[in-house]
């Protein structure tokens, strides 16, 4: 049985044990960057903001208080510190857009999965914030709406107002886009 995260970092508290360090920045690196990406729009200042993420869990500045799943705290410390950046950003400079890598893909199938993504990436990047953070907290990560509640600092009545109301936005974009919406 695999280890939770909770005891991995509680051992990595008391034995200041790198391998436990390695172990959850392994476990979380892509996941916490995809979702910063999110936020701040660009890639290099996602994996920093994820660096400096793992540097508060280091130094100990903010303590787990098991009041929700390590990844959530996690998440929540890493929203908290790019939002602080975007702040921090001079009036006038704008966010980078990356556009999705283009890789060799076999087959047609590939072909169309590849651009799909891409148009999915390109219309989630037109959401306001909260839709987008919400969409990826709930579909990418797979968290709760009481995990993405306390991650974005959120009542879990508005984390599913923002999740439908993202939705909707989303729709529209790619109905935008030329992509047609099918209820089933």
Do not use: C
């Not at 950003?89 to 283009?102: C, D, F, H, K, V």
């Not at 087959?107 to 987008?132: I, P, V």
């Amino acid at each position: 049985m695999q280890e939770t995260d909770e005891i991995i970092y509680s051992r990595f508290l008391r034995k200041q044990s790198e391998d436990d360090l390695r172990l959850l920045l392994e476990r979380h690196r892509e996941s916490l960057t995809l979702f910063l990406n999110g936020i701040v729009q660009n890639m290099e200042d996602a994996e920093e903001l994820m660096l400096d993420a793992f540097a508060v869990v280091v130094s100990g500045t903010s303590r787990f208080g098991g009041k929700s799943s390590f990844r959530t705290w996690l998440f929540g410390i890493g929203r908290k510190l790019a939002l602080s950046r975007i702040r921090k950003r001079r009036p006038g400079s704008e966010l980078q857009e990356y556009p999705a890598e283009a890789g060799a893909s076999e087959g047609e199938l590939d072909l169309l999965r590849e651009e799909r993504n891409r148009s999915l990436y390109q219309a989630m990047s037109r959401l306001n914030e909260d839709y987008r953070q919400i969409l990826y907290l709930l579909y990418f990560e797979d968290m709760s709406h009481e995990e993405a509640a306390r991650v974005m600092g959120k009542s879990v009545r508005q984390t599913y107002n923002l999740a439908h109301r993202g939705r909707q936005a989303l729709r529209d974009n790619l109905e935008r886009m030329g992509f047609e919406y099918a209820e089933y």
